[in-house]
């Protein structure tokens, strides 16, 4: 779960489009996998950097990702399996 931290040390760089290309690249992802809750608040978040929104704006955006991207992670947790009962 260090999509956060990545985000905020995006935000630091001396690239002022990194935080929104992070977004972006996760908003793609999530829509290739199907994790559609976490592609529509990685669009959101991507959104509010767009828009210059205030920092308060960002850091819910980042949360609601966080949250969403916690749901996707937590529930993969339950899909162990052996690649021998799939081969």
């Known amino acids: 779960h260090d999509f956060k931290e990545k985000f905020v040390a995006a935000q630091q760089s001396d690239d002022p489009q990194a935080a929104k290309r ?3 690249t996760l908003s793609g992802g999530a829509g290739n996998i199907g994790a559609s809750a976490v592609q529509v ?3 959101q978040l991507e959104r509010t950097l767009s828009q210059y929104e205030s920092q308060h704006a960002v850091a819910a955006a980042l949360e609601r990702v966080k949250h969403e991207l916690a749901q996707v992670i937590d529930g993969l947790k ?3 399996f052996d690649m021998d009962d799939i081969l």
């Open 41 to 43: 608040a990685a669009v």
């Open 22 to 24: 992070f977004a972006h």
């Open 78 to 80: 339950y899909l162990r």
